[in-house]
T-cell receptor, first 121, second 114 residues
């Protein structure tokens, strides 16, 4: 099946620094990827939609200047947490629906990455 | 707003007994619905999905779910629980057949008693 990877799996950083998280589709192309945030013992919250070749679409309440998303290619999206603070500590998960480049077939499931645990000290 | 409600935050069953995890959705039309499982420190794994085909959906590991439009429900069941089923379960919905961002329920923690 389709595989999505994330790197790093966990990262610890100091407050005020920036952290980049990568999401890769390993065996399929993804014109769209999604970034979610999961708080401890809580559900996943959609943060933004990453679009290859265009700007990301952010959900209401998500600061686009803080969470920078770049969809550099059909297999890579990055999320950069800028000027991280302890409240940004969370589990960040990406997903991608497989399909032909530029086309998304109805009924396609999404494949999720294993997640990245960010801890900001 | 479109939402997904998982009615139980925790469910505890004995090994070998049936499992029922409840999910209701709010929508003005038939959505695409999904159940995912998340084991500790692991990514989400799709159990099953409903995308306007058969209302009784069979998934992996013996799980199934029935879409009931009249009740706006998509409850997850399994006839006989196994210790390895202990995990967090998420019900989710999408607008566009699963190709768009998902809205998740808050999750149900399934505990299996020996």
């Amino acid at each position: 099946g389709a595989v999505v990877s994330q790197h790093p799996s966990r990262v610890i950083c100091k407050s005020g620094t920036s952290v980049k998280i990568e999401c890769r589709s390993l065996d399929f192309q993804a014109t769209t990827m999604f970034w979610y945030r999961q708080f401890p013992k809580k559900s996943l919250m959609l943060m933004a939609t990453s679009n290859e070749g265009s700007k990301a679409t952010y959900e209401q309440g998500v600061e686009k200047d803080k969470f920078l998303i770049n969809h550099a290619s059909l297999t890579l999206s990055t999320l950069t947490v800028t000027s991280a603070h302890p409240e940004d500590s969370s589990f960040y998960i990406c997903s991608a629906p497989p399909g032909l480049a530029g086309g998304l077939m109805p009924g396609n499931e999404q494949f999720f990455g294993p997640g990245t645990r960010l801890t900001v000290l | 707003a479109q939402s997904v409600t998982q009615l139980d935050s925790h469910v505890s069953v004995s090994e070998g007994t049936p499992v029922l995890l409840r999910c209701n959705y709010s929508s003005s039309y038939s959505p695409s619905l999904f159940w995912y499982v998340q084991h500790p420190n692991k990514g989400l794994q799709l159990l099953l999905k409903y995308t306007s085909a058969a209302t009784l959906v069979k998934g992996i590991n013996g799980f199934e779910a029935e879409f009931k439009k009249s009740e706006t429900s998509f409850h997850l069941t399994k006839p006989s629980a196994h210790m390895s089923d202990a995990a967090e379960y998420f019900c989710a919905r999408s607008w566009g057949g699963g190709a768009d961002g998902l809205t998740f329920g808050k999750g149900t923690h399934l505990i299996i008693q020996p």
